[in-house]
């Protein structure tokens, strides 16, 4: 009896019989601690791969036959052929492979892994000669793996014992195995009309900005450009700007970029200028999160099996377990701030210790045995010089402990050589780098060849002070002597030029800080940045720059007071005082804000002003602001408003403004047109990277990772904005799309090269949605858990309970086959037909009583 009572509740792996012995109460306590103990010892059975009987006793019809679930004895039987599946390893998402399913002798299914497959996975253990290329069993190969499938979520879980996986960096996909997408083409847009008036003065401005591509295999062509316009009373001018145009590849076992074409040389140790030419640099995105930036490599030892906690003031940036001995962390991710890390070494016992790594990083330092290298051969390049000089650049920067990092690099062209050296330390005193650059140039000097060289220093600082909490995020300085040349200084100095073109001045030293201070909780924060720099060729003269403020929350709104000064080199200087109080009109994190400010300078006199700004909608897709504001120098008024909406197609944009004697109006848009394999499709997604979306009939599906975007009527939508070689979640919401389409999956991972266009296909079922009520033709339901089969073979869905049968069809008229077990009494055939007057566009449910009819 307690069997009859378990069985549906668990599934049965031995046969016990108990007689009703006991009385009544009893005998249910009996049962109950039966189950429990039943309940509790079936994982650990199935872990040992015991087969899973079924007591069918509970699933017979009225007649006492009852349903054959001997296909499920050992989970889930599943039909042989290649599956698109999710792939998880020990939890952690690897993304999506196509695998194929085989039976074995035993009717189970072996889930085949090919060479390409298992790469992806991280398994660290060779695979050995006899094992079959085509269909690797990973069950068999890593001793006690084991694979679960969910055909509800087309998810495969693994489970790798962790001494049979390589470490892993969360999301980081390599080069070589990242997307390149599909062949296709893009035009990203942002346009804007621009008209102002004035007594005596009408100018309208027509500006565009493009930014095109296109990807064939590997390679990427990129042209990136801007047309301006100005019509009206003053003057018409019309010009088509091209930045650069490019062809570029990733170099995966290089973990680089290799560029052909009009591009910008890297600022890490020269300054950054425009050039024709070719271009090989490491890119730091093709490296995992943990040897991105600088962090300090951790060693230490644990006396048992200890938890490693690594602080950073009040916040965790690592955790791990470890074995006694050495323990070595390499893995940590690039803080986003500063300041010294405490690692604590808590033992099994109980025991804690810690000790201190001090942690600063300037630009310059990189993680131990972490390269960064560019080699550019190509021709300066500036549309105002008639004559440029060609060049070859190369640097190369290396950490080689926790401690320091070197750098070098040199540029070299017919009449101008440039070497740097310099080294970045990290200390507890803080982090610093210290380079001198000497040059070495041929330039013309009143009418003459003069040859010039000299020397230029730089030292930059960072530094968090743990006492007080200032932060140094950047202090650095600059000094270049007299006869020193940069290349861009050499450059303007030798080519040709129009008589109306200005040469800037060559700096002879920079300084600059930034520093911010925080105070005791509830009393806010201060700043101060600002730069200092001369040259050599004005006379007295100097740029100067700087800003100081303060900020505070409260639960009220916030404040913000600053003040800033700025002078420039060739005369006329600026003093302006900014007081701002935001206040939130309502509780909500969207509520709309109402900002007060007052400003005051030498050249504007006091201005107040006054706006407002907030969003609408659910989804908040329609944003706005307004102003009014009172200049008392001059006692005159001006007033304006703007708005954007993010439709799904572009974004949209409008302002307009009024004050004493003048008017204007303006109106902009941006967005993308992407064409792809399967048309063109408008989006409102910026971005390099970027995934087509195709679900075909499920329009109206929301994009999750795009606001406001949504699937169109031919299926396609736009998300940019993807992260290159990391997994990327892409995921639709059906909420509102027709009921007669349904999504067999919502989500996909996808990992792209940079530049790539990604496209994911979500398949979908569509047809009118059909609720079957079954009974034999005795009139008796149907076994639940009988298999539903299509008039082609292909298996549909089960009859659940009720001997209800929910299908999709598209068909006025059709039969499906249930079957419940082995020969011709253990199956039925069913024909429905659907109303005649059925609208093909409703979406209600449609329900139907049929008859299955027995085959044999």
Not at 250 to 259: E, P, R, V
Not at 361 to 385: F, M, S, W
Request: net charge neutral.
């Amino acid at each position: 009896m307690c069997d009859e009572i378990r069985a549906p509740l668990v599934g049965e792996r031995s046969v016990f019989d108990f007689t009703p012995v006991f009385p009544i109460i009893s005998w249910a306590a009996f049962c109950l601690s039966m189950i429990i103990i039943d309940s509790a010892l079936v994982p650990a059975i199935a872990d040992a791969g015991i087969p899973t009987r079924f007591n069918t006793d509970f699933l017979i019809n009225k007649n006492g036959t009852p349903v054959d679930l001997s296909r499920f004895e050992r989970g889930n039987p599943l039909v042989p052929g290649k599956y698109r599946l999710d792939i998880y390893i020990n939890q952690r998402s690897v993304g999506i492979q196509e695998i194929t399913i085989k039976l074995n002798n035993n009717n189970e299914p072996v889930f085949c892994f090919n060479p390409e497959n298992i790469e992806s996975l991280g398994i660290d253990k060779p695979l050995d000669k006899h094992e079959n290329a085509s269909c690797i069993d990973i069950q068999q190969w890593v001793p006690y793996s084991k694979v679960n499938f969910e055909p509800s979520g087309l998810k495969l879980d693994v489970n790798i014992p962790q001494a049979y996986l390589r470490k892993f960096d969360h999301n980081y996909v390599a080069p070589d195995k990242a997307d390149a997408g599909v062949m296709a083409a893009f035009v990203d847009y942002n346009t804007n009309i621009w008209r102002a008036s004035s007594p005596g003065n009408t100018q309208t401005q027509y500006y565009a900005g493009l930014n095109a591509g296109l990807n064939l295999a590997n390679w990427r062509l990129r042209h990136n450009g801007f047309y301006n316009q100005s019509v009206g009373s003053m003057a018409t001018k019309r010009k088509y700007t091209s930045n650069s145009n490019y062809l570029q590849r990733d170099i995966a076992f290089l973990k680089a970029q290799l560029t052909l074409g009009q591009y910008y040389t890297a600022p890490d140790l020269f300054d950054s200028f425009s050039y024709s030419g070719l271009q090989l640099a490491s890119d730091d995105r093709m490296l995992p999160d943990s040897q991105r930036g600088f962090a300090p490599t951790i060693y230490g030892t644990a006396e048992t099996n200890a938890q490693i906690t690594v602080r950073q003031g009040d916040n965790i940036l690592y955790q791990t377990s470890v074995t006694p001995g050495p323990f070595v962390i390499d893995k940590l991710y690039g803080s986003g701030y500063a300041g010294d890390m405490e690692v604590m070494v808590t033992e099994a016992d109980g025991r804690q210790r810690s000790f201190t790594v001090p942690f600063a990083t300037v630009p310059q330092l990189l993680r131990p045995a972490v390269a960064r290298y560019n080699l550019v051969i190509g021709k300066y390049r500036d549309e105002r010089l008639t004559e440029t000089p060609t060049f070859l650049l190369g640097t190369y920067q290396r950490g080689f402990s926790n401690l320091w990092t070197g750098y070098a690099g040199s540029t070299l062209s017919q009449n101008y050589q440039a070497g740097q050296i310099g080294l970045a330390l990290s200390t507890g005193l803080g982090a610093f780098a210290v380079d001198v650059t000497h040059s070495d140039a041929t330039v013309p000097v009143a009418g003459s060849q003069h040859r010039a060289h000299g020397q230029s220093y730089r030292f930059t600082y960072s530094k968090l002070l743990e006492t007080t909490q200032t932060n140094f995020t950047v202090a650095s300085y600059r000094f270049s002597s007299k006869g020193y040349y940069s290349f861009t200084d050499y450059a303007q100095s030798t080519g040709s030029v129009d008589s109306d073109v200005v040469i800037p001045a060559r700096q002879r030293s920079r300084v600059q800080v930034n520093l911010s201070q925080s105070l005791p909780e509830g009393f806010g924060s201060f700043y101060l940045s600002g730069s200092v720099q001369n040259y050599w060729n004005v006379d007295q003269g100097r740029d100067m720059t700087y800003q100081l403020g303060y900020s505070n929350a409260f639960a009220w709104g916030s404040l913000n007071l600053s003040a800033g000064r700025s002078r420039s080199a060739y005369g006329g200087d600026e003093t302006q005082y900014m007081l701002n109080i935001s206040l939130p009109l309502g509780r909500g994190r969207s509520s709309t804000y109402l900002t007060n400010s007052l400003t005051h300078s030498a050249s504007g006199g006091w201005n107040a002003q006054t706006g407002i700004s907030g969003s609408l909608g659910e989804e908040k897709l329609f944003s706005y602001g307004s102003y009014a504001s009172r200049n008392y120098r001059n006692n005159t008024n001006n007033y304006g408003g703007n708005a954007q909406y993010r439709a799904d197609k572009a974004m949209l944009m409008a302002s307009t403004s009024h004050g004493s004697g003048y008017s204007q109006y303006g109106l902009g848009a941006l967005g993308s047109v992407v064409m792809h394999p399967g048309g063109i499709t408008l989006g409102q997604a910026q971005g390099e990277t970027k995934a087509v979306v195709f679900a075909p009939g499920a329009n109206g599906a929301a994009l999750l990772n795009s606001k406001g975007v949504r699937i169109g009527n031919r299926g396609y939508a736009i998300t940019a904005g993807l992260t290159p070689y990391r997994e990327n979640t892409v995921t639709l919401d059906p909420k509102d799309i027709s009921n007669s389409i349904e999504l067999k999956v919502t989500e996909q991972k996808t990992a792209p090269q940079y530049g790539a266009i990604i496209m994911l296909d979500y398949p979908t079922v569509s047809g009118h949605p059909l609720l079957l009520v079954l009974h034999d033709d005795a009139g008796n339901p149907l076994p639940m858990g009988a298999e539903v089969f299509d008039y082609q073979g292909n298996s549909l869905t089960f009859v659940g309970q009720g001997s209800r049968v929910f299908m999709r069809t598209n068909a006025l008229s059709g039969h499906i086959q249930i079957q419940w077990g082995q020969g011709a009494n253990r199956q039925c055939r069913a024909n429905y037909n659907l109303p005649a007057n059925i609208d093909d566009k409703s979406t209600e449910m449609i329900h139907i009583t049929a008859i299955c009819q027995r085959t044999g």
